[in-house]
């Protein structure tokens, strides 16, 4: 931010605000505001930019940092005009595409020959796709590469298909668009659907609020014989697994067991760096002991509990 001795007097400000043929004050509009802003910033020459990009690797100075993100507030501006949407205020979106800017500024290397406009295009881009995916609904539409992908072409390259007579088949799309035909079936439901709130009552008829639809989905609470088979399981574990504590004549199994394998309550596991620095081990040989000995343990309760393999992960 500029300092306050920087900025025009509040009666220049005032003085500059637009008015109407009749004398009164125009109605205040931000994005207008924010562009005189913007120009108020000079353009710098590709030596200039260099220059302010070598001090700021070099010496983090800050000044210098704020010049070569005032410089480029132009850009923001035009690639946010490229994502803008109905459903968002472009000044969300420069708000976003600034805070790209900014890490591109950060990350800026001076020395590869690339111009911080280049550069840069990238980190606003990647900001303002994020901040779309991530309000375009409150159920996020796409967490992958091939879904946020989908998210921006998806309906223009079935407009395209249809304005050439094409019928935009899922199969279709998804070739144009490179990308999997499930992905394509999938984004097309998430797109067409609305979110619904869980909260929201449904209707009992006569104009009367029913439930809400949190309070109609099934309970997930055990019922009591199954609290009841968890607890003789779990008892029947810690009593196969004491018994074989007694059993490890190893003082390095015995250490692994009682530190990483089932260590008291309360306290993190020891990783394996740990205890091969304790021992004097690699942390590989650490890793075989613990292989093996987990390897013992899961054959002597294969062979003492019932439905073992129904109980446990496959290894």
Known sequence: MADEQDQPPRGAIERAAPRSADGGLVRYDPLRAYMAEVARHPLLTREEEHELAVRYAATGDVDAAYKLVAANLRLVVKIAHEYHRSAFQLLDLIQEGNLGLMQAVKKYDPMKGVKLSSYAAWWIRAYIIRFIMDNWRLV???????????????????????????????????????????????????????????????????????????????????????????????????????????????????YIFEHRLLPPEGREPMTLQEIGERFGLTRERARQIEARLTGRLRERLRAEIPDFELLTPPE
């Open 140 to 254: 996020k539409l796409g967490t992958t590469q091939a879904q946020r992908k989908l998210f921006f072409n998806l309906a223009k390259e079935r407009e395209k298909l249809l304005g050439m007579g094409i019928e935009p088949t899922p199969r279709l799309l998804a070739k144009n668009l490179d990308v999997g035909e499930k992905d394509v079936e999938e984004m097309t439901a998430r797109m067409a659907s609305d979110d619904l709130s869980l909260d929201l009552p449904v209707s009992a008829g006569d104009g009367e609020e029913g439930p809400t639809r949190l309070e109609r989905l099934p309970g997930r609470a055990p019922g009591a014989d199954e609290a009841m088979a968890d607890e003789e399981l779990r008892r029947l574990f810690q009593e196969k697994l004491r018994a074989f504590a007694g059993e490890i004549a190893d003082e390095k199994e015995r």
